[in-house]
């Protein structure tokens, strides 16, 4: 005869305002969260209402999924392929370059920078992460391109044998390596903001724990930090992410769009896709046609951010089983 009894499911506590300056507080917390979810679905009926007719015409999985985008033909011919690709390509390759940066930087200065160095190094990262993206841009282009493509001539010299850094044009400059680069680097900021954040409201009690049953420094990283912080660490890569994914003028100075062809992985030739760049290089001339095309790309773009924030947070709840309990 079995004698464990069932494991009581921990209760969620709810209370209810009762004073008026709780009433007041909760109907204005209430407000700003439910006022986010209308705003979003505002701007998605606004999208969807201007870009129907380039869907209607083209045709949502042509739109979507084929190549070209030419104003001269009747009817105009609008496809955004290389360009999703492009976008989700670039901000892949940032989010594996800014990811390990970012959490050591977060880690150096929670963990072992000194108090004094700590404080400045906390506020060099959140003016990094205000810097405009225009000015990231220009210094892309003017100062870290030139480098970079020196960078990206020494991978292609060494390791030309991978098919991903393999390159047949002779110009370094303009590439999706390049502007993932960038972008990584206008990241890197939001990422360790958050995730040195997460590291400060850890209990330290739980790391000396560790270290006096012998751990060491790099044990007790990865087999207590990170799993302890993983959830908050993720939050601030969805943040990075999602920057990545929109980033406009950044892309659109230091990669060079190529809208007739997908450039699946090469990433050291100077043609890539990004589609909140061609949203900024179109607009401007577009006749009334071509403006509902570029919403209908607006509207693409917003809901595949949409898919890619909830297949990552679905990814980190089915890693992180025990939080369900919480």
């Known amino acids: 005869m079995s004698t464990e009894q069932p494991v009581a499911k921990p209760r969620r506590l709810e209370a209810k305002p009762f004073l008026l300056a709780d009433k007041i507080f909760f109907g204005l917390a209430n407000a700003a969260a439910y006022s986010a979810i209308v705003i979003i679905l505002l701007v998605l009926v606004f999208l969807l209402g201007r870009a129907w007719p380039a869907f209607a015409e083209q045709g949502v999985l042509a739109f979507v999924t084929g190549a070209g985008w030419d104003n001269s033909t009747d009817p105009i011919l609008m496809r955004i392929g290389p360009m999703l690709y492009g976008t989700l390509l670039i901000a892949a390759l940032a989010v594996a370059y800014a990811v390990p940066l970012a959490i050591s930087i977060a880690y150096f200065i929670e963990f072992l920078a000194p108090k004094s160095l700590s404080k400045i190094a906390?506020?060099?990262?959140?003016?990094?992460?205000?810097?405009?993206?225009?000015?990231?841009?220009?210094?892309?282009?003017?100062?870290?391109?030139?480098?970079?493509?020196?960078?990206?001539?020494?991978?292609?010299?060494?390791?030309?044998?991978?098919?991903?850094?393999?390159?047949?044009?002779?110009?370094?400059?303009?590439?999706?390596?390049?502007?993932?680069?960038?972008l990584g680097t206008m990241i890197v900021p939001i990422i360790a903001s958050v995730t040195r954040e997460i590291f400060s409201q850890m209990d330290h009690e739980v790391i000396k724990a560790s270290l006096a049953l012998g751990g060491n420094?790099?044990?007790?990283?990865?087999?207590?930090?990170?799993?302890?912080?993983?959830?908050?660490?993720?939050?601030?890569?969805?943040?990075g992410l999602g920057r990545a994914m929109g980033e406009t003028v950044a892309i659109y100075f230091v990669l060079n769009l190529v809208f007739d062809r997908f450039n699946w992985a090469q990433i050291l030739e100077p043609e890539g896709g990004n589609v909140a760049s061609l949203i900024l290089s179109k607009f401007g001339e577009a006749n009334a046609?071509?403006?509902?095309?570029?919403?209908?790309?607006?509207?693409?773009?917003?809901?595949?951010?949409?898919?890619?924030n909830a297949l990552a947070s679905f990814i980190v709840a089915k890693a992180q089983p025990w939080r369900k309990a919480q």
């Open 122 to 182: 906390t506020l060099l990262i959140d003016l990094l992460a205000a810097i405009p993206s225009v000015v990231v841009g220009l210094w892309g282009l003017m100062v870290f391109s030139p480098v970079a493509a020196g960078w990206a001539e020494m991978l292609n010299g060494g390791l030309s044998w991978i098919p991903i850094f393999a390159h047949e044009e002779g110009n370094y400059l303009n590439s999706p390596f390049i502007a993932a680069l960038v």
């Open 289 to 308: 046609q071509e403006v509902e095309g570029l919403m209908a790309a607006g509207v693409v773009l917003f809901v595949v951010t949409l898919i890619v």
């Open 217 to 239: 420094a790099e044990s007790t990283f990865r087999k207590v930090i990170l799993p302890t912080s993983a959830s908050g660490i993720v939050g601030g890569v969805l943040l």
